[in-house]
């Protein structure tokens, strides 16, 4: 990205030509878009219509990701669009999966996401629940957050993972899925609303109360956050 940053800031430099992208495309649309269906044959068959109708102009996210298929720098496919569009020397696609850039809109709940992970470790609760179920509510990717705050990331995982073995894993599990629902049914004032929900959630998730006490105070931090 910083390298296509670096090309379109040339002052007074000449505009690339839309054909350069067309012809590129049109040699990827050849070379994958008829072999190849899935989100990723479907995204060049796009990209190609697109370009023949010139319908709108390229953007950044559409440049990254054709390049990113072909598994090339922008600077190559600019330097030499039909070579690059053509079939590799190498077989790429041995367990590749495609994952797409986050969209725009997304970007903001991204950060908001890593922001509520720190600060949900900040307060050391007692229990994690799956970063999953933490940051669910705000529909992201979760690499994609990852990328933003890998530390972080990194270190509620590895913390996750040492809280008890599969079967301990599933209950805990449960019991904050459990503790979650009692709290949006209802609005928490007093001490004893959660020491409520502390006896309904041990009881239906088959936990000691010392635990569904833990699990019950991070689901609390978690709605705070």
Partial sequence: MLDLIEFCATPR?????????????QGLDRTIGGRRGGALGDQVKQCAAGARRRRARVSMRSLINLCAIQGISVGEFLAAPRETSGPMLFDTWGGLSYMPLPAPWQAQNIYVASR?????????PAYLPP???????????LLATRDVAEEAY??????????????????LRSAYLNAMNAMSAKKLHETGDLDHIVRKVADRAGVA?????????????????
């Avoid at 430099?13 to 495309?25: D, K, N, R, S, T």
């Avoid at 509520?116 to 050391?124: G, P, Q, S, T």
């Avoid at 689901?219 to 956050?225: G, I, M």
């Fill in 13 to 25: 430099a000449q505009p690339v030509p839309y054909e350069v992208f067309l012809e590129f495309v």
């Fill in 131 to 141: 970063i999953s179920l933490l940051l669910r509510r705000l529909h992201v990717q």
């Fill in 154 to 171: 990194d270190f509620y995982e590895d913390a996750y993972s040492v809280q008890g073995d599969k079967p301990t894993q599933r209950k």
């Fill in 116 to 124: 509520c992970l720190k600060d949900f470790l900040r307060v050391r």
């Fill in 209 to 225: 109360l010392a635990i569904a006490k833990h699990v019950v105070r991070s689901a609390a931090v978690v709605r705070e956050v």
